[in-house]
């Protein structure tokens, strides 16, 4: 190798021995007579110096041609430092360089190379593998190297195989867009790249491999948001002859292993929570359970009392925020502008203090007593110091506006610390969700997902209110996994389809391969599949699923680095049987 | 979970134990009063029993419609049983059934679900997820997990680091055919997939990731042989800091730690050879080193005899296959049509028997005297008893028909041991080969390919004869591996990229961001991609990589399982620009 040591192992043990180092110039300082090189690679940082009269001159004059980010290759002794750094490893010794060689030169680079850098987004994307070098990027990749194997490793020791599913497959007019990959040898005809591997771990439940899991890159043909990619990578599995706690518990296993081996944090059991639960008490099926604040439904206590605004909602609904009774007019007007944004999309809102005296003060005391108010507040647990949110209006939205509070009202008192994770599973997901646009049910997880046994009969009846046997797993208001108890019938199967408005012939065309391997001895099953972008981010502590990508698309998808997509040549898209429009 | 154990997990110190299983049915053997049940799983095979009188009558039923591949579930208590099996690890104990759930019905398969099965190819990929639940089929993709494991714990031993590079890149002119995928939301623009990671993992390395690794699929839309798939998997690797024996050793460690921790086979040091040394012993790049049969050159012994075809020749050259010369007429005529094949193409063969008396038997008797041909042996190391094989032609096409004659020799005297593993490194391939068709140079391995340093100055006079710093890794003939030490600077890029014939504009506009990269400090690097099913496949013992892969497709790149490729509908078309030719 071009060295005998890297940059982040050498140690006052080592002091007399001679070494050979390799790396970046991370630093420069010339004080004339005397001159010190900082040598980085991955593994850390290794003070490097010249001294004149001592150090050959040959070396000298090598190491005053050096910038930063030059490549270069050393041979020294290590000797003890005079001034050690203990901020540093190797903080207590220093190379006294014999030999310099500049094994490559270096431009200067068009942003810092530090943890912190002056380089916006754009240009950092552009030259994203200089990006990579910065020691804060470079580590998230490394946090997720060192979680996938965690991942495999507890799952092989569980019995399960990793096996590869193909990345060229069908296309399928459910779900999401699919990428599509045009056939030479098949001139018309298309593959598409997977949306996941749902059909095929099911396949392979079929053929008994009885434990699956696979990480796998996905492909979504999506208008990207800003935290969206079009390839983005699950931790996909897959088991038989479970039911649902089964794989809760495993799973959960899996998740405790993790953040206790990796994170050194112990989670402990997760509750589950059904999904009308967590809609009735955060208003959203994924909640942040690290605070409470609760929605207190005052319906009872404050309809009927002659604020025209409640009585006319179909839900009217508080949260108690502690010790805010304080708050100012101006405070309380931010938090209606909150609300009131066009994403949220509330009318108004109406707040309750709660005063250190035992009084109430609140925007509605027109048309509410103080016993009234008392009421509320012995109904949201509201005390003397507390202030009382309540929104207004019909169920759903109103619920998605307390959220959006709920949430903003925990970031500001800090109580969504990043450092505490608060897992939960959220059972009990409906079956199907009403689309407006196309008039049709879609599968809410997908046509795969088994119904709870005792709803399958409102299937006809009453098709929005049957449950699915679908979990989610939610850390922290992340969703971080979801699944579910699959359809391993064939009846079932044609009848799901159905209710979903495939025709038979369409739903022998698509997946009659699956419905053909049910007929031929399918165990019960189900899985999850877990974001692993999103698992890495969380556990990097990161809100953005992009660091933790070596080479993220950005918001139209394209690689700027590689500039990609791009024009093909014409004889390329006469052999695919393609002309563009 | 709908069993307490599995069916391969009973013994008899279970006996006595209320169990409950499930799994698939294998076999039912009814003898009126009493019944027996095979009950399968991936982990084994446990028997059930059913006596009338005993057993309940609505389990025995319920079993009487019992069919092949049919899931049930049985509760039942752990017996000793009275005819141990000690074939299987469960065959001391059976269940004494008391309850009987069928889980699913299966139609009768249409191939016989045994190591042994009657199901031509075709079929049997219809029904893959049949096929595979045949145990000699799931165990070879329980070997490829393993192995996949193995490697990923090996290598993150070493501090490389597990990077997931893009699966959406930019199509480039150079190597094979890459897949495309049209980009929705840039029309008119495309995607490719990557045939390999190679620039980003380069570019990873200018990032000073040191160390990366990926088992990553890759993808090439050629004309599919027998053995070649679209999208195949590589165990992807680079190093920074590293000259070539870095890399061998590297790599070499790992081999040998697959084979001795999964097979349980020491494999040594592996030798190193140069292809060109290769060319003139073996006539291959991928020589079988299990068994000698080295070339012997006989152009200076053998022309000018009179022997017309052999004065003619460029290269005569032989084999000597020990213990041979009793070989027939009819075997030496088979061998001789063996040669003559139109894919081998050799104009025919000229033997000489070493008689056990030291006299000489040769097909060209005519043109040599018994010392001429003695001569010939000595050369070759034959002795009494062996038999020499000839022949001659132009030196390229020669060796390739000679290394097929020693195959074929090699096999027919069962030289070529399965359960022998002889590793090999050749190193040393010429930088570039000349294509007839384009009349221009293509890189041998790839454009990114350093060549060595002496022969550098060549690349004007020579070209043909640089040799690359590039490596193979070869077991037992088959190309497991390969590699290179890669260019990192930018001028020697360029030098590369213009004897292949881009233009500087081209270029730039194809690996801009490479040449780019190479200016802002690029370390000296270097790695390999092994063929990861072609790996498990050399591990399994078999023969095509086809069994190694879960979902494979035939040669036509279809999934005949899935029905894939297949067509999409107009408005998808419409969306990507795209309309059909």
């Not at 108890?485 to 209710?499: E, G, S, V, W």
Request: charged residues 30%; glycine residues 8%.
């Amino acid at each position: 190798m071009l060295r005998s040591h890297n940059c982040g192992e050498l140690r006052e043990d080592h002091v007399g021995q001679e070494v050979t180092l390799s790396g970046w110039v991370q630093k420069i300082r010339d004080k004339g007579g005397l001159m010190w090189v900082d040598l980085r690679d991955r593994y850390g940082i290794t003070q490097l110096t010249f001294e004149e009269g001592r150090t050959k001159a040959e070396a000298i004059e090598t190491a005053r041609k050096l910038g930063r980010e030059f490549v270069i290759q050393v041979k020294g002794k290590v000797v003890e430092r005079y001034a050690k750094n203990d901020k540093i490893p190797t903080g207590s010794i220093e190379i006294d360089v014999e030999e310099l060689t500049i094994l490559n030169a270096a431009k200067t680079p068009p942003f810092v190379i530090e943890d912190e850098t002056d380089g916006g987004e754009d240009l950092r994307m552009k030259y994203r593998y200089l990006d990579l070098r910065r020691g804060t990027v470079r580590r998230k990749l490394e946090l997720r190297s060192q979680l996938a194997i965690a991942v495999r490793n507890y799952l092989s020791n569980q019995q399960f195989v990793e096996v590869e599913t193909p990345v060229l497959i069908k296309s399928t007019p459910e779900g999401a867009r699919d990428f599509v990959v045009p056939s030479r040898i098949n001139p018309g005809e298309f593959y598409a790249l997977p949306q996941s591997p749902q059909t095929f771990k099911q396949l392979l439940m079929v053929s008994g491999f009885d434990r699956y899991f696979q990480i796998v890159k996905c492909f979504r043909d999506e208008d990207l948001r800003a935290d969206r990619q079009p390839e983005f990578t699950q931790i996909d599995c897959e088991m038989s002859f479970v039911d649902r706690d089964d794989v809760l518990d495993t799973f959960e296993g899996m998740t405790r292993h993790l953040f206790s081996s990796i994170k050194e944090v112990e989670l402990g059991q997760f509750p589950r929570m059904s999904y009308a639960d967590a809609m009735s008490k955060y208003g959203s099926d994924k909640p942040d359970v690290r605070f409470g604040m609760e929605f207190v439904e005052l319906n009872d206590v404050a309809q009927n009392k002659g604020f025209n605004v409640f009585d006319q909602a179909e839900l009217v609904v508080g949260i108690c925020a502690k010790g805010c009774a304080e708050y100012t007019r101006k405070q309380l007007d931010a938090l209606t502008d909150f609300v009131k944004r066009p994403q949220i999309g509330a009318k108004g809102l109406v707040y309750v203090k709660c005063n250190a005296d035992g009084t109430f003060k609140s925007s509605v005391d027109k048309f509410y007593t103080q016993e009234n108010l008392a009421e509320w507040a012995q109904k949201a647990g509201a005390e003397a110091g507390d202030l009382m949110l309540v929104l207004s209006g019909n169920t759903n939205s109103t619920r998605k506006q307390m959220n959006e509070l709920r949430l903003h009202m925990g970031s500001e008192l800090g109580l969504r610390n990043p450092n505490e994770f608060k897992p939960l599973w959220v059972v009990d997901f409906p079956l199907l969700e009403w689309d407006e646009e196309t008039q049709r049910f879609h599968a809410m997880h997908h046509p795969f997902t088994s119904p709870l046994k005792e709803d399958i009969k409102k299937l006809d009846t009453d098709p929005g209110s049957v449950r699915a046997n679908a979990y989610d797993l939610v850390i922290n208001g992340v969703e971080i996994g979801g699944g579910s108890i699959r359809i391993h019938d064939k009846a079932t199967q044609q009848l799901m389809f159905k209710h979903l408005g495939f025709s038979d012939e369409e739903a022998k065309a698509q997946f009659g391969f699956l419905m053909d391997a049910f007929e031929f001895g399918a165990p019960p099953h189900g899985g999850i599949a877990f974001g692993f972008d999103r698992l890495c981010a969380m556990f990097g502590g990161s809100e953005t699923i992009r660091d933790y990508i070596a080479f993220p698309k950005n918001t139209s998808g394209r690689d700027v680095m590689i500039d990609s997509p791009s024009e093909v040549a014409d004889e390329q898209l006469v052999e695919l049987g393609l002309r563009l429009r």
